[in-house]
């Protein structure tokens, strides 16, 4: 984006002492938040939450040091927006994994400065990026993101059109963790899950999740918070989501962190988990025609 973008972003949206804009050294446009509960950085590309961090307290969101910022690349790490499919398309190979929606501009529409000292800004993913041969489909589609003490994401989708359509759409999130050992995993106790490194197989949980290989697991009907306890940290992530009737689980682990190759270095991996809120599977969801669907998730730490 260039330069003049920025000043009129700056113009339109700024809010002294909490939020401006500003293009990284790549040139790539991000608004940055710094208020009273919290510091944050989201890029216009894919409206992508970059950087959370609680104001005293540890990041919650990992970004991984060899993320290619750069425009119509996926960024490894932060809140990917997943839409209007989540994984592989169902029958497109062609079509990029996880949608279009995180690789491509969005704008800005509003910013507000909320009583509690909060500051929410939202997105809309703009017609002109939306490649018809993907999604012919007329929506609206926005992202709320409201960082305060907890960070707020809604990602809201209008149909806009005369048919009903179905997505796939997921808030991606990477947290940032102590390490893979110092962690577990709960709130999926009991859950059906499907196993991506076990060829799909439906299984049922069993406890809380450890990670100790490879994990990428779909967990399906299931609404319930996640909690990730992080006894290196001594806090507890708490992952309150509302519309989102699956959740993913999500550890590279070495192999697949080495082929990746933007994961910054071989121990990269052990400092990330993914759970995320997702609808895929036979969870995707049927927005009728002038309805609207959101799917919302509160972050929030503890100490433990
Ligand atoms: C997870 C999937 O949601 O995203 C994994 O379950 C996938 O299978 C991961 O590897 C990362 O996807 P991408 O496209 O960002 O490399």
């Known amino acids: 984006m260039s330069q003049p973008d920025i000043i009129t972003l ?10 401006e804009f500003a293009a990284e050294a790549n040139g790539m446009a991000v608004a940055r938040i710094a208020n009273h509960h919290a510091q944050s950085t989201i890029a216009l590309q894919g409206a992508h939450i970059l950087a959370f961090q609680p104001n005293g307290e540890a990041p919650l969101i990992w970004l991984s040091p060899a993320a290619k910022l750069a425009p119509g690349k996926s960024i490894r790490g932060g809140v990917p927006v997943c ?15 996880h949608g279009f929606a ?13 009583p509690d000292g909060s500051t929410r800004i939202a997105f809309e993913l703009p017609q002109s990026a939306i490649p018809s041969a993907q ?17 707020a994401v809604e990602l809201i989708t209008e149909n806009t059109g005369n048919a009903p359509f179905k997505i796939g759409e997921a808030l991606h999130t990477y947290f940032a963790i102590s390490d893979v050992d110092n962690v ?12 991506k490194v076990d060829d799909w197989k439906r299984k049922t949980q069993a406890g809380a999740i450890t990670i100790t290989s490879e994990v990428d697991r779909l967990y399906v009907n299931t609404e319930k918070d996640c909690l990730i306890e992080d006894a290196g940290l001594r806090r507890r992530i708490r ?9 993913v689980v999500w550890n590279p682990w070495i192999e697949k962190a080495a082929k990746m190759g933007d994961f910054g270095s071989d121990t990269g991996y052990r400092g990330m988990a993914c759970v995320e809120s997702v609808n895929a599977a036979e969870n995707v969801v049927s927005v009728a ?11 929030s730490t503890e100490k433990i």
Do not use: M
């Not at 709130?187 to 196993?195: F, N």
């Open 10 to 19: 700056n113009q339109k949206f700024a809010i002294a002492g909490q939020l």
């Open 83 to 97: 839409w209007p499919w989540f994984g592989a398309h169902a029958t497109a190979s062609g079509f990029p994994a």
């Open 102 to 114: 995180r690789t491509v501009p969005w704008q800005v529409t509003a910013s507000t400065a909320l």
């Open 135 to 151: 999604w012919p489909h007329a929506c609206r589609v926005r992202l709320i993101v409201t960082a305060g003490k907890t960070l």
């Open 184 to 195: 577990r995993i709960t709130g999926l106790e009991d859950c059906v899950y499907l196993d």
């Open 239 to 247: 992952i309150a989501k509302r519309g989102s009737r699956s959740t």
């Open 289 to 299: 025609p002038g309805a609207t669907h959101a799917l919302s998730v509160v972050y």
